[in-house]
């Protein structure tokens, strides 16, 4: 079945997808960032077909995640070393790890994050490096960049006004009398809208 | 073409491929998170088959990140909500936006995060939310949890030795005179493989 290329999508996620490619790419990743380097190793770590381990790797090191180095002359042999960008895909890896952890290991994790100086589980937060603030608060919110074009703006916007109304009609419904007149708890919001738009 | 499940594998970033699905659904979840609700909503914004469309979004349902709710009886319609679970996705979201503005958007962001506080432009960034300390440390290592099974621990500990040659190998290879002895350097990483083996 053909894939729809998502290559000259504006969006940096769907940018993201087209480059990584599909799910062996991203356990192949995985297994990288655990310190996998070698053809065998990964296919015993994944139980693949060689064929298809062959492409998935040939495509990441064609998109710049992984790098291809010989380590053994005779016979010829290669392995395969993150390159800057694929180590970088380490925060999406753990926080794919993080929510599998919390909603599908029922039985308690299997992969956890340490940190080995202490021995100590990590409890994986993202926050904004400038102000300090957990980017889960409702104040975070996605907005058109500079380079933004008009329908991809056009889409934030009005999803943004969308998820303004539904806040709104879900404060009325479920607090009718305590809440805060609405008007002023959106102000801050419409005000970045504007400041973006 | 078949894909081989990943439901049944123990790694919970296979559990969580598994669950989403595939790219489209990705796409779907971002617009969710961005405040979509409505078949031509998701529609308009992704360009899709309604076909597709439809079976991306049962599926979702099934999942359970999305729930399909009746909002108008004559005609019959229904938009998608996300449960809790979806709208936990978000920190995945996050990490996948953040990697592909930084590296995939040569001509400059076109969605950012902002603090809609202040119009500021977020940094995500992902610490340790116990000691603060920030997640790419080097640190930070993936480690067996307490429901690995024999196969799962074999491949993490033998991830982390060979991880702990290579350090061991750029130390000597590219600060041959100025590093610290290699050993004690080692020393934290290899006391916790030992715990949590």
């Not at 492409?55 to 016979?75: A, C, D, K």
Request: contains cysteine.
């Amino acid at each position: 079945m053909e894939r729809k290329s998502f290559g000259n999508m504006q969006c940096p996620v769907a940018r993201t997808l087209e480059r990584v490619g599909e799910w062996w790419s991203i356990l192949i990743l995985r297994d990288a960032l655990h310190g996998l380097t070698r053809f065998d190793q990964f296919q015993k770590s994944l139980d693949i077909a060689p064929n298809m381990l062959t492409r998935r790797l040939n495509s990441l090191v064609e998109s710049g995640l992984l790098e291809r180095r010989q380590y053994s002359e005779r016979p010829p042999r290669h392995e395969y070393i993150l390159t800057d960008l694929g180590r970088d895909f380490r925060s999406i890896l753990v926080a794919l790890n993080t929510w599998g952890n919390k909603h599908f290991a029922p039985e308690g994790p299997s992969v956890l994050l340490i940190d080995s100086t202490t021995g100590e589980e990590a409890e994986p937060v993202m926050i904004d490096g400038k102000s300090g603030k957990r980017l889960n608060s409702p104040d975070f919110v996605f907005a058109p960049g500079p380079q933004a074009n008009e329908g991809m703006k056009a889409r934030i916007n009005f999803a943004r006004e969308r998820a303004a109304e539904a806040a709104a009609n879900d404060a009325a419904t479920t607090q009718p009398a305590t809440a805060a007149p609405a008007k002023p708890a959106k102000a801050p919001r419409k005000k970045a809208a504007a400041r973006s738009a």
